[in-house]
């Protein structure tokens, strides 16, 4: 799906506009890359854009990602409301490794979430502009980027983290994609280490973020003998399919960003663990927007003013924001409701 908004999206890349970072990607048609609206490069010609509602999109049009800005450490979008609900669903299920590289998975995935295979299909293309499966594979290769860049994972690791049958098409897709080999996109520092000696990722979020609120709410909740926070610094046990690790999340506001950190010895669990991560941590909110909305009440005006940034922590092993209301509440309203219930209970009103 292109956006048709051109001449607006033109401007946020003009203007390097963090807001529209996640929201929009650009495909310059001259040199065959797409970037995100905050690439340090000079930006293209109009004539030269397409815009696009996903990463997934612009790749499936043909477009490979940038090396500068690099799209896969860009905030994800967090769809909340009407049939957008069950992308956002879908979206988490894919994180979580739900579907494979071939359509029956595609028809289990939609299984799951109640609708029909072609429904969910067309919602894809609506919100992403893509398929399921161009969504699957952009965000493997994404994630295979990431850790190429900022790990020192022997390359069978990453392709085997990645969700890559093997080392083989892990190099076969890098070459087609990006014309050069996995290797070639390492940085050449450090030496080999594994997922058991840790990993650490910068996963992005929009900001503002009230760091101080969301540790203040998960150690309300903490279960001492797995989860625990020193200094700013949020520490998980883990345990997946009987093997245990840790895992420790650290804000880097300069960087709109946070540090996580996974030991753990089986690689292939690294995707699960980040999605899980940054469901904890809400990092795909549009923050912003959720904002705006939440001041429209007289009540709840002076709260968001005074934390702004304030989010709903995720609860580690489900899909959904715990927002502590019953299951009669519509769908649609759950997160927003997480959000003004933690804003009260920040005020002490609740």
Not at 114 to 141: E, M, N, Y
Not at 142 to 151: E, G, I, P, S
Not at 187 to 196: C, E, F, H, L, Q
Not at 245 to 253: I, K, S
Request: net charge positive; with cysteine.
């Amino acid at each position: 799906m292109e956006l048709l908004d051109r001449k607006t999206y033109y401007r946020a890349f003009q203007s390097h506009d963090a807001r529209f970072d996640g929201r929009v990607f650009v495909g310059v048609t001259s040199t065959g890359i797409y970037c995100r609206p905050i690439c340090p490069a000079r930006a293209p010609k109009f004539e030269n854009c397409r815009f696009f509602a996903s990463a997934a999109a612009a790749q499936e049009a043909g477009f490979r990602p940038c090396l500068r800005c690099r799209p896969e450490i860009a905030p994800d979008l967090a769809f909340w409301r009407g049939t957008a609900n069950t992308v956002s669903r879908a979206l988490a299920l894919i994180a979580e490794g739900a579907l494979d590289e071939d359509e029956a998975g595609v028809e289990a995935l939609a299984e799951r979430l109640g609708v029909g295979g072609r429904q969910l299909r067309r919602l894809f293309k609506q919100h992403l502009g893509a398929s399921p499966i161009a969504v699957a594979q952009t965000r493997r290769v994404l994630f295979a980027k990431q850790l190429l860049h900022d790990t020192r994972l022997p390359m069978a690791e990453v392709a085997m983290s990645a969700g890559f049958g093997s080392v083989r098409r892990f190099n076969e897709t890098f070459r087609d994609l990006f014309d050069r080999p996995p290797s070639a996109l390492r940085r050449k520092i450090g030496v080999d280490t594994s997922a058991r000696d840790g990993v650490t990722l910068r996963l992005a979020y929009r900001p503002p973020y009230d760091w101080p609120g969301m540790l203040a709410a998960l150690a309300a909740r903490a279960a001492p003998d797995n989860e625990w926070i020193e200094g700013d610094v949020w520490h998980r046990r883990i345990e997946i399919d009987g093997a245990t690790g840790t895992v420790a999340v650290a804000h880097l506001p300069a960087r709109n960003s946070v540090a996580v950190t996974i030991r753990f010895p089986s690689v292939k669990a690294l995707p699960v663990l980040v999605a899980r991560i940054r469901r904890v941590f809400d990092l795909g909110a549009d923050i912003a927007t959720i904002g705006s909305h939440l001041a429209r009440d007289p009540k709840l005006a002076p709260l968001v003013a005074r934390r702004p940034g304030l989010r709903a922590p995720g609860d580690w092993e489900r899909e959904t924001i715990v927002s502590g209301i019953d299951d009669k509440t519509p769908p649609a309203w759950r997160p927003w409701h997480a959000y003004a219930v933690q804003h009260l209970r920040m005020a002490g009103h609740g």
